[in-house]
């Protein structure tokens, strides 16, 4: 068994070493270097060999991005930042005039109320004067009326008193006439006894 072990050992490490290429041998597949294909251990964008290709491919880069920001982004941003300066700058003027009318309503309003106010002082001033002077009319024509009643009243109690007057003149002579027949027996005229009362009235 130890001889056969030894000779399957012998015939292993032979087909390996005819298998494995020779040190910077080229692969036949591959067309690389046995020691490429492994490589040196280096990160590869960090690898000085490839430094040309990623700048090209960064500018390249920077260039489609560039392009597509001043095409196409940069435009439609602006577009749209001017669409919204042309709202505000519509909605300001939309506020601006609102706010023009709101203040032409509010001095109309104003307006108009101090007028209806100024109206109202003068109808109620001729309202007063209108009744100060149809009270001073109905005092008037009141105070003519019972001056004419009271000189009525006054004439009336004038006549009545000059007819009672009369009258006691008359009773005083019939009277005095009666008395002096009683008491004299004797005739007096009409005109001693009239003559004798006025005189008696007189005093």
């Not at 020779?22 to 692969?27: I, K, N, T, W």
């Not at 490839?50 to 260039?63: D, M, R």
């Not at 008037?140 to 009336?156: G, Y």
Request: charged letters at 25%; hydrophobic letters at 45%.
């Amino acid at each position: 068994m130890t001889a056969a072990y030894a000779q399957q050992s012998t015939t292993t490490e032979g087909a390996e070493a005819h298998d494995a290429p020779a040190a910077g041998e080229v692969h036949t597949e591959t067309g690389v270097a046995h020691e490429a294909e492994h490589g040196s251990g280096v990160f590869p964008p960090f690898d000085s060999s490839h430094f040309a290709s990623q700048l090209l491919w960064l500018a390249i880069t920077f260039g489609l991005f560039y392009l597509l920001m001043s095409k196409v982004i940069i435009p439609r941003i602006g577009g749209i930042l001017e669409k919204r300066h042309d709202r505000i700058a519509q909605d300001l003027d939309e506020a601006s005039r609102l706010k023009g009318e709101a203040d032409a309503a509010i001095a109309s309003y104003e307006q108009e109320l101090a007028n209806a106010r100024a109206k109202g002082h003068s109808i109620a001033d001729t309202a007063r004067e209108e009744a100060k002077s149809k009270a001073t009319a109905d005092r008037a024509a009141v105070e003519a009326e019972l001056t004419k009643k009271i000189t009525a009243a006054e004439t009336r109690i004038a006549d009545i008193k000059s007819k009672a007057l009369a009258d006691v003149g008359a009773i005083a002579e019939e009277t005095a006439t009666a008395v002096v027949k009683q008491l004299i027996g004797g005739n007096v005229t009409k005109t001693e006894i009239a003559a004798a009362v006025k005189a008696s009235a007189g005093n």
